[in-house]
C-alpha cells in the first residue's frame, strides 16, 4: 500500500498526477472524464494517484496567465465520487481556498488511509482565508488520522538556498514525504539532494514530478508557473523531430540519474508523473512516461536482489 510505503520510506513509488474536471461541467461530463483517465491506467502498474486542487495563481506573476482559470470539483469528492476511489491518492488542498470551518470538516470526515499535501500561497499579495501554519495546526487538532505530505520546489533551493532546511522543518510538522513541482533543470534537483543528504535529520521520500511537453504552448505555461527550463532543454526540445518523444526521453533519463544518485546518497526517491496538457497526444505520452519509469524502478529492483543473492553465495561458498 501506498501509506505503507511512505511510512517505511521505501524507494521507487510511483504517482500518477492528474488535475479534476471543472467544476462548471455536468456531472455526465466529469464522469466521462473520470472514465477515461481510469481507462488509460487500467494497464499500468504505479502506487496511486496525485489529485490535485488548483488555485488562481494570477499574483506569483506579472505575465498574463496561459490558460484561463477555472475552478475544479474538489479533489477529495472527485476521488471517492467520480473515481470511486480505485486507486489510493494523495488528496491536494490548497489551504486559502478554505475557511477554518470548511477545513475542519475535510480534515474530520477523512478516513484513517488519507493521504494529503497542504499547498500555501502561491504569492504573498494572494487573499487567503486559511494560513498554512494555521492549517497544519487544525491537521494536529482534527486529523491525526491523515498522513501528510508536503511540497519541494528545486528552484527555490538554488534562488534560496534553504529548500534542505524548509523539508526538514516541514518534516518536524508532520511531514512525512514530499512532492516537487515538475523538474526540467536537473543540476537544481541534485543540489538539493546532495544539500539534503548531508542534513543530519530522518529523511523521507522525496518525489520528484515530470511533465511531458510537446508544444510551445505547454512550455511557456510551465515557464508562467515557474518551472525552471534551461535553454539547452529546451534547444534539444524542439530542434528534434518530435518534441514529445524528446520530451519523455529525456525526463526517463533524469528520473533513472535522480533515483540512482540520491540511492547512493541514502535517500528515497519516487516519481509523480503528470500531464498538464488536455491534449491527447500529451496525456497519451504521460502514460509512456509513468511505464517508461515504472520499468527503470522494476529493473533496479531486479539488479538489487541479484548483487543480493550474488553476495549471499559468496558468503557460502
Known amino acids: 500500500m501506498l501509506k505503507d510505503k511512505i511510512e517505511s520510506n521505501t524507494p521507487g513509488i510511483l504517482l500518477y498526477g492528474i488535475t479534476p474536471p471543472k467544476i462548471n461541467l455536468s456531472k455526465e ?70 475557511d477554518e470551518a470548511e477545513f475542519r470538516e475535510f480534515l474530520q470526515s477523512s478516513s484513517s488511509d488519507t493521504l494529503s499535501v497542504f499547498v500555501g500561497a502561491s504569492s504573498k499579495q494572494d487573499k487567503q482565508k486559511l494560513a498554512l501554519n494555521d492549517a497544519y495546526k487544525l491537521k494536529n487538532e482534527c486529523g491525526q488520522g491523515v498522513t501528510l505530505g508536503g511540497i519541494c520546489i528545486p528552484e527555490r533551493h538554488i534562488k534560496k538556498g534553504d529548500e534542505d532546511l524548509r523539508v526538514a522543518g516541514k518534516s518536524i510538522k508532520g511531514c512525512k514525504f514530499f512532492i516537487t513541482q515538475a523538474v526540467y533543470n ?82 528515497s526517491v519516487g516519481a509523480n508523473v503528470e500531464s498538464i496538457s488536455t491534449r491527447k497526444v500529451e496525456i497519451e505520452a504521460s502514460i509512456n512516461l509513468l511505464n517508461g519509469i515504472q520499468k527503470i524502478i522494476e529493473d533496479e529492483k531486479e539488479l538489487s536482489y541479484r548483487e543480493i543473492w550474488q553476495s549471499a553465495s559468496k558468503m557460502t561458498e
Open 29 to 98: 461530463e466529469a464522469e466521462e472524464i473520470a472514465n477515461k483517465q481510469l481507462e488509460r491506467l487500467k494497464d499500468s502498474k504505479f502506487d496511486g494517484l496525485v489529485i490535485y486542487d488548483l488555485q488562481d495563481e494570477s499574483n506569483r506573476n506579472s505575465s498574463e496567465r496561459t490558460f484561463e482559470f477555472i475552478c475544479t470539483i474538489k479533489p477529495e469528492i472527485y476521488h471517492k465520487e467520480f473515481l470511486h476511489s480505485a486507486y489510493p491518492a494523495v488528496i491536494y488542498k490548497a489551504v486559502g481556498n478554505y
Open 186 to 267: 536537473i543540476e537544481n534537483a541534485k543540489r538539493f539532494i546532495d544539500d539534503y543528504a548531508n542534513l543530519g535529520v530522518k529523511k523521507v521520500p522525496i518525489i520528484f514530478t515530470f511533465t511531458p511537453c510537446g508544444s510551445s504552448k505547454t512550455l511557456e505555461f510551465m515557464k508562467w508557473l515557474g518551472i525552471a527550463v534551461p535553454e539547452y532543454f529546451e534547444d534539444r526540445l524542439f530542434s528534434s523531430q518530435n518534441a514529445l518523444e524528446s520530451s519523455v526521453s529525456l525526463s526517463l533519463d533524469m528520473f533513472e540519474f535522480l533515483f540512482k544518485y540520491a540511492k547512493a546518497k541514502g535517500i
